[in-house]
Nanobody, 125 residues
């Protein structure tokens, strides 16, 4: 059984920073991870991805330079550091996991097999 649990969301002000965590309990030895977000009335949006050993990471232009994805494989935890938050960053953030033995990352939601329930981020202006 696979469990994906996000945490770290909350209410912050414009310009603040926040670090989200994703803890994964899985039977497979390695996995790629992606972060996605969805605001009310909007489509789900890709935020960041990392390969199994964080050798490769990828960000869309909307968050590049403000977000950093990292991972602690010893503790099966992946982080999303978000800096200089803007009101448009407010959304529910989801962690997605894909069993993966190569150092590849994925940016499409359909490429991931397991999802958490999400953690809410509010950004006040």
């Amino acid at each position: 059984q696979v469990q994906v649990v996000e945490s770290g969301g909350g209410l912050v002000q414009t310009g603040d920073s926040l670090r989200l965590s994703c803890t994964v309990r899985a039977t497979f030895p390695s996995f790629a991870v992606g972060w996605f977000r969805q605001a009310p009335g909007k489509a789900r949006e890709f935020v960041a991805a990392t390969s199994k050993n964080a050798l490769w990471t990828y960000y869309p232009d909307s968050v590049k330079g403000r977000c950093t994805i990292s991972r602690d494989n010893a503790n099966n935890t992946v982080y999303l550091q978000m800096d200089n938050l803007k009101p448009e960053d407010a959304a529910r953030y989801y962690c997605a996991v894909r069993p993966e033995h190569t150092n590849y990352y994925y940016i499409r939601a359909n490429d991931y097999y397991y999802w958490g329930q999400g953690t809410q981020v509010f950004v006040s202006s």
